[in-house]
């Protein structure tokens, strides 16, 4: 009887091969991928942080960056833990994983867009128009969100069985109903986009210098690539098979981090050039005033 017990308690904890095929795996490699980009990026830009960053006294900016330029590691490690997984062990849930790095991904965005929120308001010092930018994304997500459990979507988990074994949610399979958050987030670049290219050619396009050109240019770009990849992802949310769904998990977060980065860096470098400001303030915290600007600290 003994015997019997320890042969089934044996088979019980005997861990199975999780399902896999070319999507999978082609998602699996891709956010891998991903990884080492971001990986890559921080080492090369190693130096320009501690020449423009490490030195600088803690504000709102800088709490924004820093969240924006590590966490990624956390978020999109965890992506890549569940992208090594192979096997399934009985017993095991991967369920309040999946939502932990999920949760890390959106703060990443969310730092991301908030370092560019406050240039705009910067550039514009309106205090309807910062209700506006943290008002906005608000509603959009939240729109989002909620339709994202509607049948809405084709073929997507909520809404379609899905005949591939997934045990305790292990497998690296993600689901179409994020389409709808990859698409409020291109609404809200564009509309941000519109907005920025308002305030440079209404209120600056008699008088811009170095400075003010390269926040301007900078923004613009950063804008310009989150619509990109936001496009691609919706396409590739919504096109492939299901299996490939996953392989828009991680560069959202990169594109947001590293962009993030160069774009304060540059705007320090651009200051450093210019010899404007002699105290230990935040260029990206400037607050331009017709054919001049100045520096605020924001005390938050």
Same mark, same amino acid.
């Given at each position: &009887? $003994?015997s019997?017990?320890l %042969?089934?308690?044996?088979l &019980?904890s005997?861990?199975t091969?999780l ?8 998602? @699996? ?9 971001l990986?890559?990026? +921080? ?13 600088? @006294?803690w ?10 330029? +590590?966490? *990624? ?14 096997? +399934? ?9 999946g939502?932990?790095?999920n949760?890390?991904?959106?703060i990443?965005? !969310?730092?991301?867009? #908030? ?13 309807r128009? %910062?209700?506006f930018?943290?008002?906005f994304? =608000?509603?959009?997500?939240? !729109?989002?969100?909620?339709i994202?459990?509607? *049948?809405?979507?084709? /073929? ?12 305790? /949610?292990c497998?690296?399979?993600? #689901?179409?109903?994020?389409v709808?958050e +990859? ?13 920025? %290219?308002?305030? $440079? ?15 301007? /240019?900078?923004?613009?770009?950063? &804008? ?11 396409i590739?949310? &919504?096109?492939?098979p ?10 959202? =977060?990169?594109?947001h981090?590293?962009l993030?980065? $160069? =774009? %304060?860096? /540059?705007?320090?470098?651009?200051? #450093? ?13 400037i ?14």
């Open positions: &009887m $003994r019997i017990n %042969l089934s308690t044996n &019980m005997h861990p091969a399902y896999v095929d070319a999507g999978i795996q082609a998602s @699996k490699y891709f956010n891998v991928g991903t990884f080492a980009v990986i890559f990026d +921080y080492f090369i830009t190693l130096e320009a942080e501690s020449q423009w960053v490490w030195h600088r @006294k504000t709102f900016v800088r709490f924004m960056f820093t969240v924006s330029r +590590y966490l *990624p590691f956390f978020g999109i490690g965890m992506t890549f833990i569940g992208a090594l997984r192979t096997q +399934y062990y009985p017993g095991e849930s991967c369920v309040r994983f939502q932990a790095s949760v890390l991904h959106i990443c965005i !969310i730092a991301a867009e #908030g370092l560019l929120i406050t240039r705009i308001y910067a550039s514009w010092n309106s205090k128009l %910062l209700v930018l943290l008002v994304p =608000i509603v959009c997500f939240v !729109i989002s969100y909620l994202s459990d509607t *049948p809405l979507v084709f /073929n997507s988990k909520n809404t379609t069985p899905i005949d591939i074994p997934d045990p305790g /949610n497998l690296f399979l993600g #689901g179409r109903n994020n709808f +990859y698409a409020a987030l291109l609404l809200y670049e564009l509309v941000l986009l519109c907005l920025m %290219l308002y305030i $440079r050619f209404s209120k600056y396009s008699n008088a811009i210098g170095q400075l003010q050109e390269t926040f301007f /240019n900078d923004s613009v770009r950063y &804008m310009m690539c989150i619509m990109v990849m936001s496009s691609f992802s919706i590739l949310t &919504m096109v492939p299901v299996t490939w769904v996953s392989i828009t998990d991680s560069p959202q =977060i990169v594109i981090s590293v993030a980065s $160069r =774009i %304060l860096f /540059n705007l320090r470098a651009s200051e #450093g050039r210019s010899r404007i400001n002699t105290a230990l303030t935040d260029a990206s915290e607050q331009f005033r017709g054919d001049q600007f100045s520096t605020v600290v924001f005390d938050v």
